[in-house]
């Protein structure tokens, strides 16, 4: 039972490994889940395009897939980030690049334990479970890294 991080046509980006699993089990224990095998795999925009027509049929980037392997209370799964979207996201809502990072570390998790975003209402759900997440995460983290 581990959190591994992996990269794929991209240098891994400046996280605190230990620090991100403690709180990626803090996130999952607080909506009664543990961690099994989960698995971040840092990627270019090129290969999530590929990763989402092949295993998907998607033919569109995006920030992350998850895939879950998640069994009864056990939350496990691959985890694709694109850093290229997510550096694209943060320009375009206006946050910093580590900000929109860690939200999307978290978007993938909040997935496996069985939060939604597509239907009525649960983005919403979703963001909100997203931004209760970052507050539990040790403030110098974020804080050093702010826009001035």
């Not at 290969?47 to 897939?65: F, G, M, P, S, W």
């Not at 550096?87 to 929109?100: C, I, L, P, Q, R």
């Not at 997935?111 to 983005?123: A, Q």
Request: net charge negative; proline share 3%; glycine share 6%.
């Amino acid at each position: 039972m581990a959190i591994s991080y992996f990269t794929e046509e991209v240098q891994c980006p400046n996280i605190k490994k230990r620090v991100i699993s403690a709180w990626i089990k803090a996130v999952a224990e607080k909506h009664g889940k543990r961690t099994g095998t989960i698995s971040y795999i840092f990627c270019s925009d090129k290969k999530i395009l590929e990763v989402n027509r092949q295993y998907l049929q998607h033919d569109y980037y995006t920030d992350i897939i998850t895939f879950d392997y998640t069994e009864k209370s056990v939350i496990s799964g691959d985890l694709f980030i694109s850093l290229d979207t997510v550096h694209t996201n943060a320009e375009k809502f206006g946050t910093v690049y580590d900000e929109e990072l860690h939200r999307t570390i978290i978007h993938g998790i909040l997935h496996l334990c069985g939060i939604n975003d597509k239907g009525p209402g649960e983005r919403e759900i979703m963001e909100a479970n997203e931004n209760e997440a970052l507050a539990m995460l040790p403030p110098e983290i974020l804080r050093s890294k702010k826009k001035a």
